[in-house]
């Protein structure tokens, strides 16, 4: 052990104690009840990202409004979750019309809006000569208008509560993948639209972006199966990360509750990879 000498940057580590460590006292925590009585939607919340973050926002004193297509999905939830302070948002996002609609559910569940994730999406992988105009249509529609008029429909309450907005790109918004030049696209065009918000809306509300890398949710698990062999697919999706494995939804939760609390309050317009460092090169 090192013997813990002069300035007080340098002092033994204090055993922490539950309050510090978070709720149920979470191994490597440390990050307290940052949301207590902040109202959060995370859109496609029952499932995947969404629904780690959710839990995380739950754990850390938030009331949240799930994001759901499927009563189902969200009483799934909800099963997992009992007594949680959560509330349905259900619907399909896209359209203004359907996006602004989840988002005043949310509003009239939780009276009101601090935080908004937008983490529905929709991933397909397909050749470039095969995009047809429905595939083009459903990424476009689901990661880019939904994005965008979610954060639209929620701007008035964000405003009016110094709120803040986190946005789920990806690597692939920075980077090629193959057989995803429509998802690519997509998520390019999030981290864009996230900035160029970020140009009007700055000193009223703050937009950030996270930019994961494989993450092992069933939607990695269903283009895996889609693949015709998934082992193969799930071996090179743990290799593309120089860290050599695909995050946990807890490590893009994690992620994604730093940029919507207090301890991010100047952080805007960021681009926050999750990945290992997966952009950095080949
Ligand atoms: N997993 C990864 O490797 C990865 C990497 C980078 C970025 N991302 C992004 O992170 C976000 C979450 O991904 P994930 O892995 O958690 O995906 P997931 O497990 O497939 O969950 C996506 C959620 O979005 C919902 N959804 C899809 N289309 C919708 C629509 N039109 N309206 C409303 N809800 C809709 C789904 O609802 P249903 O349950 O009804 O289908 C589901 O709950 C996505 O934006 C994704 O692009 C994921």
């Not at 008035?156 to 993948?177: C, F, H, Q, R, T």
């Not at 269903?222 to 995050?247: F, I």
């Amino acid at each position: 052990m090192h013997r813990v000498v002069g300035s007080s940057r340098f002092v033994k580590p204090r055993r922490i104690g539950r309050r510090q460590a978070g709720p149920g006292g979470r191994k490597g925590g440390g990050k307290g009840m940052r949301f207590v009585g902040k109202r959060v939607l995370v859109t496609g919340g029952a499932r995947g990202i969404g629904a780690a973050t959710a839990s995380a926002f739950l754990k850390e004193g938030a009331r949240v409004a799930i994001g759901a297509r499927r009563q189902s999905s969200f009483d799934a939830f909800a099963a997992a979750h009992p007594g949680a302070d959560i509330h349905p948002a259900l619907g399909e996002v896209g359209s203004q019309a359907k996006s602004t609609a989840v988002v005043k559910a949310a509003i009239a569940a939780l009276g009101g809006l601090d935080i908004l994730v937008n983490s529905a999406g929709y991933f397909a992988e397909v050749a470039v000569e095969d995009i047809d105009q429905a595939h083009w249509d459903r990424i476009m529609e689901t990661n880019v208008a939904g994005t965008f008029f979610c954060a639209q429909a929620a701007l008035p309450e964000l405003k009016k509560n110094k709120g803040n907005i986190v946005n789920l790109a990806s690597d692939a918004g920075l980077i090629g993948y193959p057989l995803g030049a429509a998802y690519s696209a997509s998520k390019a065009a999030v981290i864009n639209l996230s900035r160029a918000m970020v140009l009007e809306l700055a000193g009223r509300i703050r937009i950030n972006c996270v930019a994961p890398g494989n993450v092992d949710t069933d939607m990695i698990r269903e283009a895996a199966d889609a693949s015709g062999n998934a082992s193969a697919y799930l071996t090179r999706a743990n290799a593309r990360s120089p860290t050599k494995r695909m995050a946990t939804p807890q490590e893009v939760a994690d992620t994604i509750l730093y940029l919507a609390s207090d301890q991010a309050s100047f952080v805007n317009g960021a681009i926050l990879s999750v990945d290992g460092g997966g952009v950095c090169g080949f």
